[in-house]
């Protein structure tokens, strides 16, 4: 490798790792604030299946969160 390849090839890798270190700090933020919203929240499939149910939905339904996931919500 020359040395200025080496060197813009270490630059993409800190890129990277910077681009994945912000995603993960992103996705614990958001995660944060579904897992500790009052609201109900609710991802869906473009069929129906539930994907994913916020543990909100004890509270507000009875459901545990992982009950339902896989069931079409329009069922």
Same mark, same amino acid.
């Given at each position: 490798?020359?040395?200025?390849?080496?060197?813009?090839?270490?630059?993409?890798?800190?890129?990277?790792?910077?681009?994945?270190?912000? =995603?993960? #700090? %992103?996705?614990?933020?958001?995660?944060? *604030?579904?897992?500790?919203?009052?609201? !109900?929240?609710?991802?869906? $499939?473009?069929?129906?299946?539930? =994907?994913? #149910? %916020?543990?909100?939905?004890?509270?507000? *339904?009875?459901?545990?969160?992982?009950? !339902?996931?896989?069931?079409? $919500?329009?069922?």
């Amino acid at each position: 490798f020359e040395p200025m390849h080496l060197i813009a090839r270490i630059a993409r890798l800190l890129e990277r790792k910077k681009a994945r270190d912000l =995603l993960a #700090e %992103s996705e614990k933020y958001y995660r944060s *604030l579904i897992e500790n919203v009052t609201d !109900l929240v609710s991802i869906l $499939a473009l069929d129906g299946t539930i =994907l994913y #149910e %916020s543990p909100s939905i004890q509270e507000i *339904l009875g459901y545990q969160p992982d009950e !339902l996931l896989g069931k079409n $919500a329009f069922d």
